[in-house]
């Protein structure tokens, strides 16, 4: 699909496309900018290759979406707070992402999307898989949309930082452990309306997800673990398989993802840039 200047190319039936015919360390005209956003909102998740991304252009093409948004549990361990450098050594055992999840739920404003950009590529392994949420919610039955649509999902990152996680000490991209760090705990819908298309999603994800509002964890298990191993099915998702230079542009509001924790001896490095959202309704 051709559009006014970018070229927009599905990668599977569910979601996800390739844009070709645009630069995007270039400082873009209003209208190629435009062009992106409705592939975005169009696809959930799309992706450029053979990018060269400095990190100031980096910076400057996110702006372009929003503003950058400053992720609290890599706050001082990393020497730039707007960008996670996402780090992948031979023999970490764990690795950033490695469950599906939208980022960063625990807060009361989860980033609209985040632009990622691959810079040392595996020469098998470590891809990222993505799943349509707004597929994953119309395909429920009435019953069930009936049933959670008056559900708030509690939402924390006690499960991916702070002391008790201690997740760091398996993988290189560490994350804030410190004495001082507080768990961040939020509601959100269990079904969210997409703030610009209008179209209802699933809101749900393993790394933060615990219960439903008004009940316990183990009450909320059997319903809130059907919902997410329904929203990865296999044809609600793509897979995409980096190069270096490669990017990747979702959209938090609708997709979830996964890290693929399969680089073996391998070194992965890729820097994410997250972009501000509003408040999930
Ligand atoms: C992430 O979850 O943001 C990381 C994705 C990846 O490393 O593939």
């Not at 990747?248 to 972009?275: L, S």
Request: net charge negative; glycine share 8%; charged share 25%.
């Amino acid at each position: 699909m051709r559009n006014a200047s970018i070229e927009v190319s599905p990668i599977s039936g569910a979601l996800g496309a390739e844009i070709q015919g645009v630069d995007i360390s270039q400082e873009l005209p209003g209208s190629v900018i435009a062009e992106i956003r409705q592939a975005l909102l169009d696809h959930g998740v799309i992706f450029f290759r053979d990018q060269k991304l400095e990190v100031d252009r980096h910076k400057a093409f996110v702006r372009r979406f929003g503003e950058i948004f400053v992720h609290p549990n890599f706050r001082g361990t990393q020497a730039d707070p707007e960008v996670v450098n996402v780090v992948r050594n031979p023999g970490d055992a764990r690795i950033v992402g490695e469950q599906w999840h939208h980022d960063t739920t625990m807060v009361a404003e989860p980033p609209m999307g985040a632009v990622f950009y691959a810079i040392e590529v595996p020469p098998y392994g470590g891809d990222t898989m993505f799943a349509n949420q707004y597929l994953a919610y119309e395909t429920l039955s009435d019953g069930m949309k009936d049933l959670i649509g008056k559900l708030n999902v509690v939402h924390t990152d006690r499960n991916l930082a702070g002391p008790r996680a201690a997740v760091s000490k398996s993988r290189s991209t560490a994350v804030r452990e410190d004495a001082d760090w507080q768990e961040t705990v939020n509601l959100h819908p269990a079904v969210v309306t997409h703030p610009e298309t209008g179209r209802k999603a699933l809101f749900l994800n393993h790394s933060h997800c615990v219960a439903f509002e008004g009940m316990t964890e183990d009450e909320s298990k059997p319903l809130l673990g059907y919902l997410l191993e329904h929203g990865h099915r296999p044809e609600f998702t793509c897979r995409f398989r980096y190069t270096p230079g490669s990017v990747a542009f979702w959209d938090n509001r609708c997709v979830k993802h996964i890290a693929v924790n399969d680089a073996g001896p391998f070194r992965r490095v890729a820097r994410r840039i997250q972009i501000q959202g509003t408040r999930p309704v």
